[in-house]
């Protein structure tokens, strides 16, 4: 990984062809904590090739487990964990770390995590993890950027009602309730697409979760539990991504290793946007009309809702409709930092605290752009593919953490674009 290579990008190129969709970076970061619970060896399929996949896979060696990749399968043999504690600098590359707590915890009754640093989205507390855990038995102590975490004997089962359905809470508890002692049961849930995998995984491991549907889930705690083999459903974002890339250069995509179940208030978006959208079992088609309709208002919302992670790619291609459209963001504090950079390539957008209000253009113009996180990255890129002249887009570490080698996918598709 070299953190300062950028993406230089000759817009204007009707994108056409096919493409796979890797692995959900977001369903595998939590199935690789999971595998720490399992007295033996794990197999996960259509594992993404992530810098946050292999983070997590550094976390797990740290721990004690032996983890092998081929191709797209991790193996991971828990059977010898024999430490508690992730160090600084693990718990700094990647926030979402702190699902390795309710893990640790579980396994070894121990565990000592730095506090995961903030993110580029505004403060990401852990509250509702810290809350929860130490209902089911866990003491945590907050000392000099630490948290030192001891149970007494195994955790403990409890209700755990959510004052918001957070999907990190929602995973850290699952991990830490199913070899506790007793029945947990969570109220108002996160409903995602990732959680019901980490559940299916579980339960293939020996658990005994139960997702009562509208966001309450019963597990009931074993003694412990086997390896699995698993494969991990298909990246949502990454679908959504493409498809804002097929719409903005008014081309047309056939997407393979999509779950359309998983896209519900997404596909109806880019319909309103004027695009074609056919899904068939796992696949996914999308023509791109001559000239984008605007989208009256997109909010971002808790799953089934619309996803927060497709609002910055999605607001990139709105900047080229011939109208205006509104988003709402609704879960993050502060998830507009693409905003500034998309003006440098001509978009017009004004944000007034939680909405943005896009007005369309009939072009963008290339320019040097800074990635400022993740999917804002993304969104760069979208408006690259379709901005006059070159776009080169900066901070490519941070695109690195979700999408898998998107410049090649990119270019198998009719896009000028390259890593230098
Ligand atoms: C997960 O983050 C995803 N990350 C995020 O994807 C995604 O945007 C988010 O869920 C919402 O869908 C992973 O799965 C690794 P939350 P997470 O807990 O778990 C507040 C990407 O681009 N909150 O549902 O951190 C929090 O500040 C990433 O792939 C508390 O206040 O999301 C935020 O405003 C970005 N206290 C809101 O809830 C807490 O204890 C949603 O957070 C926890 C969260």
């Known amino acids: 990984m070299f953190a300062v290579s950028k993406l230089v990008i000759e817009g204007g190129r009707k994108l056409q062809g096919e493409l796979f969709v890797h692995g959900a970076k977001n369903s595998a970061l939590p ?94 507390p852990i509250d509702l ?3 929860a855990l130490r209902q089911m038995g866990l003491h945590i102590h907050e000392h000099h950027g630490y948290l030192d975490c001891k149970a007494d004997g195994k955790l403990k089962g409890a209700p755990v009602a959510l004052s918001f359905p957070s999907v990190g809470a929602t995973e850290n508890i699952l991990l830490a309730a199913v070899l506790a002692e007793g029945t947990t049961t969570i109220t108002n849930a996160a409903r995602e697409p990732e959680i019901s995998d980490l559940v299916d995984f579980l339960n293939k491991c020996g658990a005994r979760i139960v997702e009562t549907g509208e966001g309450t889930i019963v597990i009931s705690g074993v003694e412990s539990l086997h390896g699995a083999v698993h494969t991990v459903i298909p990246d949502r974002i990454a679908a959504t991504t493409y498809m804002t890339a097929a719409s903005v250069t008014g081309g047309n995509l056939l997407l393979h290793s999509v779950e359309p179940a998983h896209l519900g208030q997404v596909v109806p978006m880019f319909e309103e946007a004027g695009c074609m959208v056919r899904c068939r079992e796992n696949e996914l088609l999308i023509q791109a009309p001559q000239r984008l309709r605007p989208i009256k208002i997109v909010r971002t919302m808790p799953y089934p809702g619309f996803p927060t992670d497709a609002q910055a790619p999605v607001m990139a291609m709105t900047t080229l409709a011939s109208g205006t459209s509104v988003f709402v963001e609704n879960i993050f504090e502060s998830r507009y930092k693409h905003v500034g950079e998309l003006l440098r390539l001509g978009a017009n957008i004004k944000v007034e605290g939680r909405v943005a209000v896009v007005e369309g253009v009939d072009h963008l113009s290339g320019a040097e752009v800074e990635a400022p996180d993740l999917r804002g990255a993304a969104a760069l890129v979208t408006a690259g593919l379709a901005a006059e002249g070159i776009t080169q887009v900066n901070g490519l570490h941070h695109l690195d953490r979700g999408y898998e080698r998107l410049e090649k996918s990119l270019t198998a598709v009719g896009a000028a674009i390259k890593r230098i």
Do not use: Y
């Open 129 to 131: 993890h810290l809350k």
């Open 31 to 124: 199935l690789l904590a999971a595998t720490l619970l399992c007295n033996g060896e794990s197999e996960l399929h259509n594992c993404p090739g992530l810098s946050d996949v292999e983070a997590s896979v550094r976390i797990l060696r740290h721990l004690g487990c032996r983890v092998n990749r081929q191709e797209d399968v991790l193996c991971v043999d828990a059977s010898s964990v024999d430490r508690c504690d992730i160090p600084d600098q693990l718990m700094r590359e990647m926030r979402s770390s702190i699902v390795f707590l309710g893990a640790i915890a579980a396994r070894i009754g121990h565990a000592k995590i730095s506090f995961p640093g903030g993110c580029e989205l505004g403060p990401r």
